[in-house]
């Protein structure tokens, strides 16, 4: 268990920026999820953790202590990879025990530690086998006995899950977890999928393009996202995004609707005046009413598409001529919506995000 | 619809299998034929051309007589069983030493091609099919001249070992272009992440090399060690010209023992014998190493 820290660590391909000026603590024994796109880095960011890659630029340190020329040996990291990578030429006995193997640890350690990380994962059952005679989740579990084996400091998971199938996914998903608050270890987890990253993490680390674009909990990312792409990263469906006017008042224009703020958020959008913004709202925060009600924000707007999920619906709502919103529905109170219904969407004032239609950047946080 | 019974696809493929099957055997029956005669036939008092049965019977004599360096049942020997022993031993030294030489050089080499990138690969990697397109035999005026000129500054009594040796290094030079290319196929085939994971699970370069990417190349070596061991072994050419007249090997031997009106007077089946003893290496491969090499890359890299 340690304490991870990444010190302004850029790592570039030739002209491509994988990696861009990144500065991030983990702390001791934490779930950190590494949320982005794929492309975004992450991959790039575990292997730099790990000792595969060497930054370009910036500092890596473990527990205060610099790290960034180590190799991968001498780090003691877990790393389980996306494809797996186990040994194909080794039984799934020799793929655990390799690590300790190399650490020259004398047969009845090997024996018994490989037993026990196996019991612990449920594949004690599958010692003798080859890799190709195993299911995605059995070689999956494979590949972390393999990282947990040697008791790493830190557990890195590239996309673990994403080669298998759904309902397993979501199975193996709460295991993970629950094994993590076992062990206590601290763990880096990649994803690119948002629902497990809510599902899973302590902290969020979200990435685009190499560059961190968020550090927070899961309430925070989702409910206070940092800047546009956080807020439409996250969420399913993610959050709608429009362009408005800024009007004198401050109040925000579209079309015939116009929203006035008041207090510290009139303050931050006041300057705007004059200029277009961003803003963003998660569909389930839209209210549908038949009739125009002064509260809030109120927007005329014609049912453009219902799509029943089981227990709830997404509603597609036209505000304009190409401009469409999402809205979540009780599955009852969609049935009664036609298509080409006239309806009216409100909004809390709180539950639209304003952005600096410049750097994307939530108003809330300049 | 459930389909009850043998599954469609199986069938039609088993049905392709047959036809395919049937089609290869027509074309290569008269090898297979002609290879069976000649096996046969070093087992027997006289060749065994047909359904011609009498006064034919089996003996192992043509063996003994060809070790004997006899080329007649009666006449006395133009060569020693010493001859043929060092004959054998060349051909062995001949085909183990391009083996050798080609495997080294062309495991390590793919190993670059695959894994590092430097400038100039891919032209590199075209030129190597360039040079394998080319006919070895167009090339053996410059190594001849290369040769003598080298052998020369040579003292006469490393001549012989010099002559081995350079039939050895020019018969791999032609083997090694295609090997690389095979080598950096199988290299190709291992992910970087399999050794990405040895490296993350405390091993050194050196030992990833020995414990995760040496292993999963095998059949490509062992690839590459047959089909340049037998390259070897059955070079007339290279040898011929190299090699001076009182060193040959099963190859030449052969070869001489056909050249000039010479077949009329040897007893045939001691020449199928000494055909049988050359063909042993391909017999041996095509019963052992097919399944092997059949099964890699079958069953290969997976996951
Ligand atoms: N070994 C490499 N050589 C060149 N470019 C690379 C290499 N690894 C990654 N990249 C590039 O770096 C960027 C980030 O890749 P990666 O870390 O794999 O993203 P992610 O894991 O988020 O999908 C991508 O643009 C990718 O093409
Ligand atoms: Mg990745």
């Not at chain 2, 010099?162 to 050895?168: G, Q, R």
């Amino acid at each position: 268990m340690v304490e991870i820290k990444l010190q302004d660590v850029t790592k570039k391909f030739g002209k491509v920026i994988a990696v861009n000026n990144v500065t991030l603590t983990i702390e001791e024994g934490g779930f950190y999820v590494f949320l982005g796109p794929s492309g975004s880095g992450k991959s790039t960011l575990l292997y730099l953790l790990a000792g595969i890659y060497k930054p370009t630029s910036g500092k890596i340190f473990f527990d205060g202590e610099d790290v960034t020329e180590k190799p991968p040996a001498e780090r003691n990291v877990g790393l389980v990879f996306q494809s797996y990578a186990l040994y194909p030429h080794m039984t799934v006995y020799d793929n655990i025990a390799y690590p300790l193997k190399l650490r020259g640890a004398p047969k009845e350690v090997m024996d018994r530690k490989v037993k026990e990380v196996a019991e612990f994962l449920h594949i004690d059952k599958l010692l003798e086998r080859y890799p190709h005679q195993l299911s995605g989740g059995q070689q999956q579990r494979v590949a972390l006995a393999r990282a947990l084996v040697k008791e790493p400091k830190v557990l890195l998971l590239d996309e673990p899950l994403s080669n298998l199938d759904a309902l397993l996914r979501i199975y193996i998903r709460a295991e993970l977890k629950r094994i993590q608050q076992d062990l206590k270890i601290t763990t880096i987890y990649v994803t690119h999928d948002q629902a497990e990253a809510l599902a899973m993490a302590d902290k969020i680390v979200v990435i685009n393009k190499g560059v961190i674009q968020q550090i927070g909990d899961p309430d925070e990312i989702y409910y206070n996202p940092k800047n546009v792409f956080v807020a439409t990263f996250i969420g399913n469906p993610p959050s709608n995004t429009l362009r408005v006017k800024v009007v004198e008042g401050p109040c925000l224009s579209l079309g015939e609707w116009r929203t006035c703020f008041s207090g510290a958020r009139a303050e931050k959008l006041r300057p705007y005046v004059g200029r277009e913004v961003t803003v963003t709202f998660r569909p389930e925060d839209v209210k549908f009413s038949e009739v125009a009600e002064g509260e809030g924000v109120t927007i005329p707007a014609e049912v453009y598409e219902v799509e029943p999920l089981g227990r709830e619906s997404i509603v597609t709502l036209s505000l304009g001529p190409e401009i469409f919103v999402k809205a979540v529905q009780p599955l009852q109170a969609s049935k009664k919506l036609k298509l080409g219904k006239k309806v009216y969407i409100s909004l809390l004032e709180s539950s639209v995000k304003v952005y600096d239609p410049e750097t994307e950047t939530n108003l809330d946080y300049l | 619809m459930m389909v009850v019974g043998t599954d469609v696809e199986t069938v039609r493929r088993g049905r392709r299998t047959a036809v395919l099957l049937a089609a290869i055997l027509a074309a290569s029956a008269p090898i297979i034929i002609v290879y069976a005669i000649l096996v046969i036939s070093s087992f027997a008092n006289r060749m065994v051309t047909g359904g011609y049965m009498e006064g034919l019977h089996f003996t192992l004599e043509n063996w003994i007589l060809f070790f004997q360096g006899k080329l007649t049942t009666s006449a006395a020997s133009v060569y020693t069983a010493w001859d043929i022993t060092r004959y054998i031993g060349n051909t062995f030294l001949v085909a183990l030493g391009v083996s050798g030489v080609v495997t080294a050089l062309s495991t390590l080499s793919g190993y670059s091609f695959s894994r590092m990138k430097f400038r100039g690969r891919s032209a590199l990697m075209q030129f190597l099919i360039l040079l394998h397109a080319f006919p070895g035999v167009a090339l053996i005026i410059a190594v001849y001249t290369l040769y003598v000129y080298t052998k020369l500054s040579l003292p006469p009594s490393l001549w012989v070992p010099y002559s081995i040796f350079y039939v050895v290094v020019a018969r791999a030079a032609l083997e090694i272009p295609m090997s690389i290319w095979v080598m950096k196929g199988f290299f190709d085939k291992v992910p970087w992440e399999v050794e990405w994971s040895a490296l993350v699970d405390g091993a050194s370069r050196i030992r990833v090399w020995r414990d995760i990417v040496m292993p999963l190349v095998k059949p490509g070596i062992a690839t590459v060690a047959i089909f340049s061991f037998m390259a070897g072994w059955e070079d007339l050419i290279y040898v011929l010209v190299f090699l001076p007249p009182t060193q040959k090997t099963l190859a030449t031997y052969i070869a001489s023992l056909l050249a000039g009106g010479s077949l009329e007077v040897v007893h045939l089946p001691i020449v199928a014998a000494a055909g049988t003893l050359y063909l042993l290496p391909t017999i041996l491969f095509f019963l052992f190493a097919r399944n092997y090499m059949l099964q890699s890359s079958l069953s290969g890299i997976k996951g």
